[in-house]
């Protein structure tokens, strides 16, 4: 199964950026990389997916290195809500949605 | 628009005996994956369901079985549970089996073996 590396825990004050790094030196040319967090006492949710290019939607960015072996979650300005673990995640193609979760970065964000 | 329910939330049972878990998925999805989450680690793939069969499934024993019925709803069923079969387990749904990567996931069942 197709391994990323993530940092364990991460700490952000309210309102300022988070950058979440992911390595993921194992991931091939069709492979996407998506991101999903999961708040406390409920299911992983969907946050945003890419497979060169940065993207963009209303809940963060995903910028992806040029070689593609690591990504960066932004998160342009961290509220409470926003403490979680997030997950990187690479999917081959053809792999029918079945996602491989490492143990994702824990995200504490201060007042 | 409801999103995808499981049930029941909590529930205790003692080793050896069997339980039933059971997910409906989001409204318009016909896909059902299911995951076990352990304490501390991500979720780890079950199976996944279409079309009522068994599609994919991941390095879990036989114990571990499924359902999917007419109506798109599924079922996890364990037997013979283990101590270590205490875990939360997360029932996802998508729309067919490509790869959209994109799952919706339900709150999950906490499932306790004493």
């Known amino acids: 199964d197709a391994k990323t590396t993530q940092p364990n825990s991460m700490e952000s004050n309210e309102e300022e950026p988070v950058h979440l790094p992911c390595n993921h030196s194992?991931?091939?040319?069709?492979?996407?990389i998506h991101w999903y967090r999961q708040l406390p006492s409920q299911g992983p949710e969907y946050v945003i997916h890419g497979l060169t290019s940065n993207v963009n939607n209303r809940m963060a960015s995903l910028a992806i290195a040029e070689d593609r072996k690591s990504s960066t979650l932004i998160l342009h300005r961290a509220t409470l809500r926003d403490a979680a673990v997030y997950y990187c995640i690479h999917l081959r193609p053809g792999g029918g949605n079945k996602l491989t979760f490492g143990t994702g970065t824990q995200l504490k964000v201060e007042l | 628009d409801a999103g995808v329910t499981q049930s029941p939330t909590h529930l205790i049972k003692t080793r050896g005996q069997q339980v039933t878990l059971r997910c409906s998925p989001k409204s318009g999805h016909d896909t059902v994956s299911w995951y076990q989450q352990a304490l501390g680690q991500g979720p780890q793939f079950i199976f996944q369901y279409y079309e009522e069969e068994e599609r994919q499934r991941g390095n879990f024993p036989d114990r571990f079985s499924g359902h999917q019925f007419p109506n798109y709803s599924s079922e996890l069923n364990v037997n013979a549970l283990l101590l270590g079969d205490s875990a939360l387990y997360l029932c996802a749904s998508s729309l067919g089996t490509r790869n959209t990567g994109e799952l919706f996931f339900g709150e999950g069942s906490r499932l306790t073996v004493l």
């Open positions: 194992t991931i091939s040319g069709t492979d996407y």
